[in-house]
DNA sequence: TTGAAAGCGCTAACAT
DNA sequence: ATGTTAGCGCTTTCAA
């Protein structure tokens, strides 16, 4: 900046106003400075201009599961539309469900200044953002509530929506209904859970624990598991799976064409209506979830302080086949 | 940080030691410092850290053409991870194919002062790039090679793939082979139409060129596109989709089952060995481009100052059953 | 082992 | 309409 000014002929702050186009320069000046910026292939350095207190990064931290799962890069995709719409950059990173990669990466995120973060959680205990909070920085958690803090949150019903897909289930006549269940420590998963509980309580079907398999966590995790429940003596006649990792296992175990086991699955996936069997999901919104935590993000970042706020998404249950095969 | 100074009753310099773990530090001074730091939940400012001449960011910018696209999310996915494991953050961003996007997206990371870039262009001239390249900014392009200046680049072997899947599909018998082409200005969907091409002259056979569709971009629009060609009155019998979009449309046009018109898509994509047909693709791996070209990038931030590299990935046949669909 | 002073690139406040 | 000065939070000499 100070060669843009030696070249122009001019003083730094005159440069400054240029390049930030404040008013009050005179227009031949103005042109004097554009042409001595573009000659030396100037940027202004948004680091240092951040620098002086009061002064925004333009910048906020997105901290997801996985981009590489279409459910998360749904959301990345709605928030990076909307920063982009604010004039912001989205910086983020993934946890893979790590919760310690989590406060590492948020605590990358507060060195780098960002001025608010999106968050979907891998961890429970969220008390080590309470000194950012207070310093701050905004934070909306996405698909999952803040535990030992009161943050704002945009969440999904998880516990009605597994309750409903149970519950198509069971109006089928089915009584033997397996559960693929993602690690507890992922909150949806256990969430999801509870909904199939209530489901078959709510029918007064006593959970037979034989068919619930928590713990597999990948799409290969969740095939071996949904073998070992086709492979009991007294196989489920249909499942659940609590996500579209689950439901992607699901559906390789369950191709054999000599059985017909009846699928639902949480989360809506691409093509899940273009497969031999249409898979009947419990379907949302990342998107809208994403863009929803965005909008409320920089709603705080523009300055409304009332107290935290939670939305609730809802489900819709989308019939496709493999959930309406009887037993 | 000067707050934890005066806390720990010690001079500036001597945080600065303890947080960067510079030795030469007292035992005992160094537990007094960190005491504070924890007290006042002092982060260090890495703005303010990278602002000092010589130091980098730890940042890298990504640009690529859409989070929400599987293709380029898998790209996403690998450079995080190498980022990650370089002590990198990432910056990304969207083009939407706009190179005018393109432009102020890099600039944008400029301003951040990224030590390097990752960009998967959407426009074919980079000659605003070279300032940046002088200053010293990395920067290593992926799936499209640069325009108008010389660097780094990653891509696949668009041309051959292409030629190989209409071969294939001429094996079969096949003769009039339609083209779903997305849009001209997206560099691997004409050197896929190239491929096309070559292959039909290979074979003798002259293009006819109402069985391409030039221009279609999303899912939709090829949907759209792949039913005009349905629709002509001497329809063709198999069809070549250029990208993973462009095979989503087609899948959904050639669904009827009253008619069995054979398609081979360039990009694999989750669920293709699923469906009620499973897709014969030209697969190669978005993930390997991601990472061969971080891999790059932080070779040249290691101070590499060889000539450019252009690395070129190998593509294979994965027959399923959709192109061997004969006429 | 510790500290003082200078300066990175920029902008806010205050001249001129 | 333009310029001067100070200082953001840090690190880098250089000195004690």
Redesign the pocket.
């Known amino acids: 900046?100070?060669d843009v000014a030696a070249t122009a002929?001019?003083?730094?702050?005159?440069v400054?106003?240029v390049?930030?186009r404040e008013?009050?320069?005179?227009p031949?000046?103005?042109v004097r400075v554009t042409d001595a910026i573009e000659r030396l292939g100037?940027?202004?350095?948004d680091l240092?201009?951040s620098?002086?207190?009061?002064?925004k990064t333009s910048t906020v931290g997105l901290v997801i599961g996985d981009v590489g799962n279409p459910f998360f890069s749904g959301i990345a995709r709605a928030v990076e539309q909307v920063a982009r719409d604010e004039g912001y950059m989205v910086i983020a990173g993934s946890t893979h469900e790590d919760a310690q990669h989590e406060k590492e990466l948020v605590a990358t995120l507060c060195m780098r200044r960002v001025d608010g973060i999106l968050l979907v959680p891998a961890g429970r205990d969220h008390r080590y953002l309470l000194a950012e909070l207070a310093a701050g920085t905004a934070v909306v958690f996405i698909d999952r509530p803040p535990g030992g803090i009161e943050a704002d949150a945009v969440v999904v019903d998880n516990v009605s929506g597994a309750r409903r897909a149970v519950e198509h289930l069971l109006a089928s006549g089915h009584r033997r209904i397996g559960l693929l269940g993602d690690s507890t420590s992922v909150f949806t998963a256990a969430q999801r859970t509870l909904g199939y509980r209530a489901a078959l309580a709510g029918a007064g079907i006593a959970v037979d624990e034989r068919l619930l398999r928590i713990g597999p966590h990948d799409a290969a995790d969740a095939h071996a598991a949904a073998r070992e429940l086709l492979a009991l003596p007294d196989p489920p006649t249909a499942v659940f799976a609590v996500n579209n990792r689950m439901s992607l296992g699901a559906l390789r175990a369950l191709r054999d064409p000599g059985r017909r086991v009846a699928l639902v699955g949480f989360d809506d996936f691409e093509l899940a209506d273009m497969l031999a069997t249409p898979i009947t999901v419990i379907a949302h919104d990342p998107a809208a979830m994403g863009g929803a935590a965005a909008e409320l993000l920089f709603r705080r970042l523009a300055g409304d302080t009332g107290p935290p706020r939670q939305v609730v998404l809802p489900t819709r249950l989308v019939t496709r086949g493999s959930g309406e095969i009887p037993p």
Do not use: E, W, Y
Not at 42 to 45: D, I, P, W, Y
Not at 51 to 55: A, E
């Open positions: 900046m100070r002929g001019v003083s730094l702050k005159t400054s106003r390049v930030n008013r009050g320069v005179a031949d000046t103005s100037f940027h202004r350095n240092a201009r620098l002086r207190p009061g002064q």
